[in-house]
């Protein structure tokens, strides 16, 4: 079983609509991550929080915006997406910052924009 | 930019046989990581890699980390069904980030 918790499993919204998906970790790790995945493609990164501070942002739309409330929780709260956002999207968390170390993966959200 | 090249893109063998799989890079990395992913599921770690040619098992998988810090392949070994899926390869060096590979899909003829 994975420790990287993630809710809702499924989520279906509208161009329109604002929703926020959730990542929880009790491992103690001091970095967590945001990918989005398509169907049959390797994970692509969007965020990293390291010690609770954004220390990347791969150029994600302003329409994602990621949020660190403690070192446990990780957020991404969604607003005005597009059909094409539509993905599974993936938490991860690492014990060492994102220079390195072993990343463990939720089970990930799919997401839908109607 | 970094980029990892994995092979082949796609398996088809027969339960029993044994599969391999590897990556190339044309730059250095630091760390070796070997994932599988289900359909709908997040990746699992399946082994970690840290130190040029370091051989690691786990069960019947074993994984390489190359000599030259360029290359790493990953060997199943007896396949059985519940092997079917994506295995990812991802290296990590000091740009702070990890690269994927483009996955292998193995599907697994009872």
């Known amino acids: 079983d994975t420790e990287v918790t993630q809710t809702p499993k499924h989520l279906v919204m509208g161009m329109t609509n604002k929703k926020s998906l959730k990542c929880e970790q009790h491992m103690g790790h001091r970095a967590m991550y945001w990918y989005k995945q398509k169907a049959k493609k390797p994970p692509e990164l969007m965020f990293v929080y390291s010690y609770e501070k954004l220390s990347i942002n791969e150029s994600v739309p302003s329409r994602f915006s990621p949020e660190c409330p403690n070192s446990s929780l990780l957020n991404l709260h969604l607003h005005a997406l597009q059909p094409e956002d539509s993905a599974l999207y993936l938490c991860?968390?690492?014990?060492?910052?994102?220079?390195?170390?072993?990343?463990?993966f939720g089970e990930g959200s799919r997401l839908t924009v109607l | 930019g970094q980029q990892l090249n994995q092979s082949p893109q796609s398996m088809f063998i027969q339960e029993g046989e044994d599969v391999s799989m590897n990556c190339t890079s044309s730059?250095?990395?630091?760390?070796w990581l070997w994932y599988k992913q289900d359909p709908g599921e997040g990746p699992v770690l399946l082994i970690a890699l840290y130190k040029a040619g370091e051989l690691t098992s786990n069960g019947r998988l074993t994984a390489q980390f190359g000599i030259t810090r360029k290359d790493s392949f990953l060997n199943i070994s007896a396949s059985i069904p519940s092997d079917v899926g994506i295995y990812f390869c991802?290296?990590?060096?000091?740009?702070?980030?990890?690269?994927f590979g483009q996955g292998t899909t193995l599907q697994v003829k009872p």
């Open positions: 991860a968390s690492s014990q060492r910052g994102p220079d390195g170390g072993e990343l463990f």
């Open positions: 730059s250095i990395f630091n760390t």
């Open positions: 991802a290296g990590s060096s000091n740009t702070g980030k990890l690269i």
